[in-house]
Structures are given as C-alpha cells and as structure tokens.
C-alpha cells in the first residue's frame, strides 16, 4: 500500500521543546516538502528537499530544521525558536510528470505547543 | 510575480449548482496548474491539473478552463453534491521547478 505517512496525526508539547514530526514515503519519490497551514489560511513552505543530503529553504524556514538522510525520510524539527509553533503541518512528495512535478500529500500531523 | 490570487475566499452554493472557483497569475512562465481538495483535517489530495496547451480538462464532475490570454484558470464542479464540501486550492509551477505556488484556497459549501 503505497503512501505517504505522518505520525503522529496530534502532538502536544510545553513551550520551549524541541519537537520533530515524522514524514515517511514509500512512492520512490525524489523530492520531499514540508508545508505549515493555519486555521482558514494557504500553505506555505516550510523546506524541501529534492535529493538524498540536501534540501532548501522554503518561505518560512526560521525555527525549523529538516534532514533528509534516506530517500524515504524528510523529519521535520520544530524548534523551540520557532515563535507561534502550533499549527497543521503536512508533508508532500513529488514525481516527474513531463516537465512538471505532481506532489501528492500525506494525513498531517496538528501540532499543539502550549 | 510568484503569487496566485484565488477568489472567491469562500463559496455556498444548493446542491446540483455548478460552483466556480478562479484563480489569476502574473508570472507567464507558469506551465502546470494543479486543484488540491482538502477536507477538515485531512491532508490536500490532487483533484485535476491542466497544463496551458489546452482550454479546458474535464475529469469526472471537475472541469478545469484555461485563459492563457488573460492568465487565468477556474474549477467547476458540475451536479455539486454535499460531499464536495471541502476547501480547494489552486496552484501553479514552472517548468521543471519543484515548488509549486499556491493560491490562499476557496472554503466551498454545498447546501443539501
């Protein structure tokens, strides 16, 4: 059953944690993307990542950090400088299609930081 | 030049109507426009992409139109049911990019 999985779907943390929210994929895609959603609001990147070891900042990178040392695996770190960390985050992944690049996502996780 | 504006914010229209969501665009390098549904705390799943070669794209109930001239593309979703009560996103990408742009999203009611 091919996909993308985040676990976990709800996590609570006290203010001043470091957290990381997991992202796994099984599709065999190269490029992997973390993006933040506010109650009502878009999507906005977070970072991505389009191979093994490397990734690029998104438009809102400060007080997060990723790694991507498997081509399955993008963890996400929501650090505790991240000033108004609580939030629905979703990770994507995406394949070639011609010249273009169809992401598909995965559950989210919804992170709460009181 | 990156942003894609999506109106209307939000949308109620009767069951069978045929709601439209619109999305505009500045960049002309844009060549995929990709339609997310989203449903309340689900991640968003791909609906329907058009690329500018051709005006319209139908698949199922969604049709996508395409306004190369006027740098727009819209959503329509014919017999609309309770069930495509979801919000939907429209987006867009440049050729061989990896990032896509999204639009703010369209809260889309559809009354019984």
């Known amino acids: 059953d091919g996909g993308i999985t985040q676990s976990p779907k709800y996590l609570f943390r006290k203010e001043g944690q470091n957290v990381t929210l997991s992202c796994e994929q099984n599709?065999?895609?190269?490029?992997m993307y973390w993006y933040r959603q506010d109650p009502g609001q878009g999507l906005r990147l977070i970072y991505y990542?389009?191979?093994?070891?490397?990734?690029q900042k998104g438009d809102i990178a400060e007080g997060y950090s990723v790694s991507r040392e498997k081509k399955e695996s993008f963890p996400l770190t929501v650090t505790s400088a991240q000033k108004n960390p609580t939030a629905f985050y979703l990770c994507a992944s995406s394949i070639r299609t011609g010249s273009s690049y169809e992401q598909y996502f995965g559950p989210g996780t919804r992170l709460t930081v009181t | 030049q990156q942003q894609v504006k999506q109106s209307p914010q939000s949308l109620i229209v009767q069951k069978g109507g045929i709601p439209i969501i619109n999305c505009a665009y500045e960049n002309t390098a844009f060549d995929y426009f990709p339609w997310y549904q989203q449903f309340p705390g689900k991640g968003p799943a791909l609906l329907i992409a058009i690329r500018p070669d051709v005006s319209e794209k139908k698949e199922g109930r969604f049709t996508i139109s395409f306004n190369k001239s006027a740098k727009q593309f819209s959503l329509h979703i014919m017999d609309s049911q309770p069930g495509d009560s979801a919000t939907y996103f429209c987006?867009?990408?440049?050729?061989?990019?990896?990032?896509?742009?999204f639009g703010q999203g369209t809260r889309l009611t559809i009354n019984p």
């Open positions: 987006a867009a990408s440049i050729q061989g990019a990896q990032k896509l742009v």
């Open positions: 599709l065999n895609h190269d490029a």
């Open positions: 990542s389009q191979i093994v070891n490397d990734f």
